[in-house]
């Protein structure tokens, strides 16, 4: 079974300084890996996924993500966070040899300080 | 170009009561995936459907059912509605196949509280 763990509920930085929002990973086969960002009472919003290639995927808004085999993980960055990235980020993974469904983490939520 | 579009956007049902919540995929889409999200969860896959047919399914009852039409639009049914299944409910459109590199085009989610 394929799953998803953000380890942190609550990501909070100064604008301007570097956004981290941590995300591992579990599945038997090659992984497929995304980023979404919800806005409140709102859908979901694709970011950037990891397909196969480079390790680091550029994606909206600034936001990139480096894919690590060997530690399954797969953190979301950007260098400069502003106060319009705050919001609430799901990791999600998909084993595309057995699966057609994504799995999502729980969330973090990020706040970013004026 | 339409993005996903779901209705209604809220709505309240008592207990035991049944709802149905439609979905208009993305233009050039072909594969509709529901979702539940309770508050404060992630999204929880209920089924997906392509070529009018079930692909796969999550673990929810067979309360919930769903349907796809031959314009590739969907709706998600669920039955005899319990408290616990108030949640945004997430519908998702993708290429079922061949372009398909997985991600999901979201709609804004239709709110369903059950009292």
């Known amino acids: 079974a394929q799953s998803v763990a953000q380890p942190e509920d609550q990501v909070n930085v100064a604008e301007g300084n570097p956004l981290t929002v941590k995300c591992t990973y579990s599945?038997?086969?090659?992984?497929?890996l995304f980023w979404y960002v919800q806005y409140p009472n709102r859908g979901l919003q694709f970011l950037l996924k990891?397909?196969?290639?480079?390790?680091l995927v550029k994606g909206s808004y600034g936001f990139e993500a480096e894919f690590n085999k060997s530690q399954t993980s797969f953190h979301l960055k950007k260098p400069s966070a502003l106060v319009s990235d705050s919001a609430l980020y799901f990791c999600?993974?998909?084993?595309?040899?057995?699966?057609?469904?994504?799995?999502f983490g729980a969330g973090t939520t990020v706040t970013v300080r004026a | 170009d339409a993005g996903v579009t779901q209705s209604p956007t809220h709505l309240i049902k008592t207990r035991g009561q049944q709802v149905t919540l439609r979905c208009s995929p993305k233009?050039?889409?072909?594969?509709v995936s529901w979702y539940q999200q309770a508050l404060g969860q992630g999204p929880q896959f209920i089924f997906q459907?392509?070529?009018?047919?079930?692909?796969q399914r999550g673990n929810f009852p067979d309360r919930f059912s769903g349907h796809q039409f031959p314009n590739y639009s969907s709706e998600l049914n669920v039955n005899a509605l319990l408290l616990g299944d108030s949640a945004l409910y997430l519908c998702?459109?993708?290429?079922?196949?061949?372009?398909?590199?997985?991600?999901?085009?979201f709609g804004e989610g239709s709110r369903l509280t059950v009292l």
């Open positions: 998702a459109s993708s290429l079922g196949s061949g372009g398909n590199t997985g991600e999901l085009f």
């Open positions: 599945v038997s086969g090659n992984p497929y």
């Open positions: 990891y397909i196969t290639g480079d390790n």
């Open positions: 999600a993974v998909r084993d595309m040899a057995k699966d057609y469904k994504l799995s």
């Open positions: 233009s050039g889409h072909d594969t």
């Open positions: 459907y392509y070529e009018e047919e079930e692909r």
